[in-house]
T-cell receptor, first 116, second 114 residues
């Protein structure tokens, strides 16, 4: 069964350092999502891509976070510089998307970030 | 605004007990409603869904009915197992102009003991 892949699974970094997470969606899925899940809370959408285009980044802290999906396939989320409050689980999800009228989101295992 | 409120956990039950996890929502428009489950160390998995009022979603013995009059989507299971121990998230799904958004509740941790 196809799955969303994420790496690394765990990352420890010092504050003010740069950190990057990678996501490979299910093959053929046009829509890709990055969520942040703070401990004890539900996931919150950071950014949504349709193919290579950003369609929603209203909750992305753009002063330090950036996301790209250059070829419309895999995606990278970057934080620079990291702050203590960025410690969280970062989840990637994908769905077939608008062309297929199928919006069920499939989630990867997540990257747990700890900022010290 | 759009939001989801879940009962706080943890919920601790003995095996074969009846489970209810409450979920209420506030939404503009006509959302679909979902329950996701997150097992330790894993990502979220869709457990069940309902797309319109009075629909009942069901999967793996879990059920939830979309109640528009009470804006609720409570999760139930008649007899829980130890393997059901996980965090359960209620979510509402909004579709507008071909783009979509999932809004999650805070999650409810379930612990089932033998």
């Amino acid at each position: 069964e196809a799955e969303v892949a994420q790496s690394p699974r765990y990352k420890i970094t010092e504050k003010s350092q740069a950190v990057a997470f990678w996501c490979d969606p299910i093959s053929g899925h046009a829509t890709l999502y990055w969520y942040r899940q703070i401990l004890g809370q539900g996931p919150e959408l950071l950014v949504q891509f349709q193919d290579e285009s950003v369609v929603d980044d209203s909750q992305l802290p753009k002063d330090r976070f950036s996301a790209e999906r250059l070829k419309g396939v895999d995606s990278t989320l970057k934080i620079q510089p990291a702050e203590l409050g960025d410690s969280a689980m970062y989840l990637c999800a994908s769905s077939l998307g608008r062309q297929s009228h199928s919006y069920e989101q499939y989630f990867g295992p997540g990257t747990r970030l700890t900022v010290t | 605004g759009n939001s989801v409120t879940q009962m706080e956990g943890p919920v601790t039950l003995s095996e074969e007990a009846f489970l209810t996890i409450n979920c209420t929502y506030t939404a503009t428009g006509y959302p679909s409603l979902f329950w996701y489950v997150q097992y330790p160390g894993e990502g979220l998995q869709l457990l069940l869904k309902a797309t319109k009022a009075d629909d009942k979603g069901s999967n793996k013995g879990f059920e939830a009915t979309y109640r528009k009059e009470t804006t609720s989507f409570h999760l139930e299971k008649g007899s829980v197992q130890v393997s059901d121990s996980a965090v359960y998230f209620c979510a509402l799904f909004l579709l507008s102009g071909g783009y979509n958004k999932l809004i999650f509740g805070a999650g409810t941790r379930l612990a089932v003991h033998p």
